[in-house]
């Protein structure tokens, strides 16, 4: 007869979602030798295999994938049964895994971290900002905070927040150069931007915005690397509002004339959208990134 128990239930889930018995264990703190043997005993009670071993770490078989939905219907139905017993949101725990820009990561781990590890204190949050999407579908990210909405099924996205961009230079390297009246007087001055085959969001593509002609001579996947070189007094960039102005010595160019305006997504699976940990997390981000969307707009230039 098989056996099975909500407990290795919860292994199961770990395993699943991180791919490796180390990380499984570092989320349940645990060891890496417990998490095996949960997973083996789980294996022998069910009488089938759910995961395929190999040197890259544990991936799931056809049956393994189908105990997923089953195991993730149950653990939310467990925070649920939480919450209502305790009415405490901050009950909700796990790992839960987010991908976000660089630049929003920046923003968020300023401005909003705080308050997520003292509303969620038992959720360890892990943040990505690699320059490109993350799959949800293979569990590399639960939510994706992205530059456009998705509008492939089965993934849902929200419109989170609107934000400005400008092109900057420093104080002393507009200084130093012929005064910049005009758009067209961008093209007598370098440019950093964005490696073109390597723009992972229509967002991110917005130097034609600024001139059509305008062609970077320093390329960066990385926005801070781009804001390196600007404040080395290299080049012109643009850069969203909110990072300029924690630098003193950066000033826009032509503000009258240049802004750029762009929106932040947060985007998820269908499914994941329905389970009560992440829309509680969704609702905190959106909330607060409406509370501080003035600093993601331009300031009054003095």
Not at 29 to 48: F, K, M
Not at 143 to 155: F, H, R
Not at 266 to 280: I, K, P, Q, S
């Amino acid at each position: 007869m098989a056996h099975l128990t909500w407990d290795d239930l919860q292994f199961f889930l770990a395993v699943a979602r991180e791919g490796q018995l180390s990380r499984a264990a570092r989320q349940l703190q645990t060891s890496h030798v417990t998490v095996s043997r949960r997973i083996d005993r789980l294996e022998a009670g069910l009488d089938l295999r759910l995961f395929e071993r190999n040197p890259r770490g544990y991936e799931l078989t056809s049956n393994g994938r189908r105990l997923v939905e089953t195991a993730e219907r149950m653990e939310e139905e467990a925070e649920r049964l939480l919450l209502d017993l305790t009415g405490d949101i901050s009950a909700q725990r796990g790992l839960l895994r987010v991908a976000m820009p660089e630049g929003f990561a920046s923003f968020f781990s300023e401005s909003l971290l705080p308050g997520f590890m003292d509303k969620f204190p038992n959720i360890a949050l892990e943040l990505i900002t690699l320059p490109q999407v993350m799959s949800l579908s293979r569990r590399e990210a639960d939510l994706s905070v992205t530059l456009d909405p998705t509008k492939a099924s089965p993934y849902h996205s929200e419109k989170i927040v609107d934000y400005a961009l400008r092109v900057y230079g420093t104080r002393q390297y507009l200084g130093d150069h012929i005064p910049i009246t005009t758009p067209d007087h961008l093209l007598d001055h370098p440019f950093a931007g964005y490696i073109e085959d390597m723009i992972f969001a229509r967002g991110l593509d917005y130097l034609g915005d600024v001139h059509p002609k305008i062609r970077p001579v320093f390329k960066s996947s990385s926005i801070f690397n781009q804001l390196a070189a600007v404040r080395a007094g290299l080049c012109l960039c643009v850069l969203p509002c909110y990072i300029a102005r924690h630098y003193d010595d950066l000033v826009p160019v032509l503000p009258s004339e240049i802004t750029i305006l762009r929106s932040y997504w947060l985007t998820c699976h269908r499914d994941v959208r329905a389970m009560l940990r992440e829309r509680a997390v969704m609702e905190f981000i959106k909330t607060h990134m409406q509370i501080h969307r003035d600093h993601l707009m331009p300031w009054p230039v003095v």
